[in-house]
């Protein structure tokens, strides 16, 4: 075999080594984004019973309000019939509990028809990429016994 077929085959290697370490980011990147949107879910879901449990007490009732750093004050709910809710885009509107509620409920199951849809891809990747490095180690083999003929 000529140097320069060799040198065209070794180019494929790196090709595809180039290819894997691309997979290899992609699904880094999927990963995080599951944990980003598993974590967020995770918001809602905390919101949704929270809600769902206030709206259940009688208002004249002490609840613990988070404020941030693990500290909590002690607070009366002037009005559970009616909470702020954001909409997207840093706007936020009044809307009713029963509103909130299903608002909340529908992004919680949005969040987690996208948590699996990445989770697939994930997948995905992972099987060609394992496909990918079976082929590189084959054709990196082929060029080892090649060459040292």
Same mark, same amino acid.
């Given at each position: 075999?000529?140097?320069?077929?060799?040198? *065209?085959? =070794?180019?494929?290697?790196?090709? =595809?080594? @180039?290819?894997?370490?691309?997979?290899?980011?992609?699904?880094?990147? %999927?990963?995080?984004?599951?944990?980003?949107?598993?974590?967020? %879910?995770q918001?809602?879901?905390?919101?949704?019973?929270?809600? =769902?449990?206030?709206?259940?007490? #009688?208002?004249?009732?002490?609840?613990?309000?988070?404020?941030?750093? #693990? /500290?909590?004050?002690?607070? @009366?709910?002037?009005? @559970?019939?009616?909470?702020?809710?954001?909409? !997207?885009?840093?706007?936020?509107?009044?809307?009713d509990? $029963?509103? %909130?509620?299903?608002?909340?409920? $529908?992004? /919680?199951?949005?969040? %987690?028809?996208?948590?699996? !849809?990445?989770?697939? *891809?994930?997948?995905?990747?992972?099987?060609?990429?394992?496909?990918? @490095?079976a082929?590189?180690?084959?054709?990196?083999?082929?060029?080892? =016994?090649?060459? *040292?003929?």
């Open positions: 075999m000529s140097e320069e077929a060799v040198g *065209s085959r =070794k180019e494929s290697v790196d090709d =595809k080594l @180039a290819r894997l370490d691309f997979y290899k980011a992609n699904m880094q990147a %999927a990963i995080e984004q599951v944990g980003f949107l598993n974590a967020v %879910a918001d809602h879901f905390r919101a949704l019973e929270t809600l =769902k449990a206030l709206s259940e007490k #009688d208002v004249s009732k002490e609840v613990l309000l988070p404020i941030g750093g #693990d /500290i909590h004050l002690f607070a @009366a709910v002037a009005d @559970a019939s009616r909470v702020i809710s954001g909409i !997207g885009a840093g706007i936020s509107v009044e809307r509990v $029963k509103s %909130a509620l299903e608002h909340l409920e $529908k992004t /919680i199951k949005e969040l %987690a028809e996208k948590e699996v !849809g990445l989770s697939r *891809s994930v997948q995905q990747l992972e099987a060609e990429a394992e496909r990918l @490095a082929e590189i180690e084959k054709q990196y083999e082929q060029e080892t =016994k090649k060459s *040292s003929r």
